[in-house]
T-cell receptor, first 114, second 111 residues
């Protein structure tokens, strides 16, 4: 079946602009996660959704970052007034959501802020 | 102290070698454990879960030591295609589930 998909695959933007990143999880997966990975670094947790609710937003680095999920499916991560330090690969993962289960990752969106 | 710590490496080994990675975790609420593999400029993919009794999948063996709070991954008969970054992953149950990824251990297998 179809895996996790993300769009766009690459995004180049100018400092100060807003960007929206999209994630389509695997059908039937109720849990959805956003991570950020800078070049050569590990994964940084951003936010976790269970259904449409976000019980854990602890990883969002600033109030410029927000995310929503609608219909228990697609999620959008929005970064307002982008800064150069926001440049990274943004990875989305989904899981069944029945417990500490396996996460399946999308290919990521590579964001470059000039 | 990081919640999940790994030796970043890199580990440079010849084909056919056996190599082992360790990962330590600090939170005793840690409930489940995984090893993921991440190729350069690709997304992480599940390599194997780690069970208390230890488990094996072909050339790969994973072990868990709850008392000492570490997990290990052993790769036997290394192949060139094993070159990647190996991520240790811990799920916590602290009222809600939380997943923590280690920063990864880089492995280079050379001919």
């Amino acid at each position: 079946g179809a895996g996790v998909s993300q769009s766009p695959s690459n995004k180049v933007t100018e400092k100060g602009k807003d960007v929206e990143l999209r994630c389509d999880p695997i059908s039937g997966h109720t849990a959805l996660y956003w991570y950020r990975q800078s070049l050569g670094q590990g994964l940084e947790f951003l936010i976790y959704f269970q259904g449409n609710s976000a019980p854990d937003k602890s990883g969002l680095p600033s109030d410029r970052f927000s995310a929503e999920r609608t219909g228990g499916s697609v999620s959008t991560l929005t970064i307002q007034r982008t800064q150069q330090e926001d440049s990274a690969v943004y990875l989305c993962a989904s899981s069944l959501g029945t417990g500490p289960d396996t996460q399946y990752f999308g290919p990521g969106t590579r964001l470059t802020v000039l | 102290r990081k919640e999940v710590e790994q030796d970043p490496g890199p580990f440079n080994v010849p084909e056919g070698a056996t190599v082992a990675f360790n990962c330590t975790y600090s939170n005793s609420a840690s409930q489940s454990f995984f090893w993921y593999r991440q190729d350069c400029r690709k997304e992480p993919k599940l390599l194997m879960s780690v069970y208390s009794s230890g488990n094996e999948d072909g050339r790969f063996t994973a072990q868990l030591n709850r008392a000492s709070q570490y997990i290990s991954l052993l790769i036997r008969d290394s192949k060139l295609s094993d070159s990647a970054t190996y991520l240790c992953v811990v799920n916590l149950n602290t009222g809600g589930f939380k997943t923590i990824f280690g920063a990864g251990t880089r492995l280079f297998v050379k001919a």
